[in-house]
């Protein structure tokens, strides 16, 4: 049976509503952090360490590190030994943009064609970075996603 809570908050307490994110949400969201840890998703999923961020009115710009490798696509073996191997990884999108805003849903940030998506939200990166490798097998698309759990 499906509360009003269960139909406005993900199972980590974030918001389903789609808000445009702006400087201050941005700075609010890394400013919280589980462990300086993220979700980040570009073809492969992996948690990873925030180095340093920088916001202004017009741009938001991540420099981040792999820490573990979270879900990859047979078709994108290599891409995380790849990454691993970089110092750090770096990405980022314009804010106040109309055509392609930065939208904040289900925890998760995301700017329409740029091919990244990041989750701060320190429950859930809590909660993922303590699954164990045969639970992120099973239960990673019903954790993130609320997909049907794999038998």
Request: hydrophobic share 40%; charged share 25%; with cysteine.
């Amino acid at each position: 049976m499906n509360t009003l809570t269960d139909e406005l908050f993900t199972r980590f307490g974030e918001s389903k509503e789609e808000v445009v994110a702006n400087r201050n949400l941005i700075a609010e969201l890394f400013g919280n952090l589980y462990n300086d840890l993220i979700i980040y998703h570009e073809r492969i999923t992996i948690l990873s360490e925030v180095l340093k961020t920088e916001i202004t009115e017009k741009k938001f710009s991540l420099w981040h590190r792999p820490v573990r490798l979270l879900k990859a696509d047979p078709v994108f073996d290599g891409m995380y030994d790849r990454w691993i191997s970089s110092k750090e990884l770096e990405c980022g999108f314009a804010l106040g943009t109309p055509d392609h805003q930065c939208i904040y849903t289900w925890g998760r940030l995301s700017v329409a064609y740029a091919g990244f998506k990041i989750w701060t939200g320190s429950k859930r990166v809590e909660f993922i970075s303590n699954m164990s490798n045969d639970e992120l097998l099973n239960d990673f698309g019903h954790v993130m996603w609320e997909r049907p759990r794999l038998q």
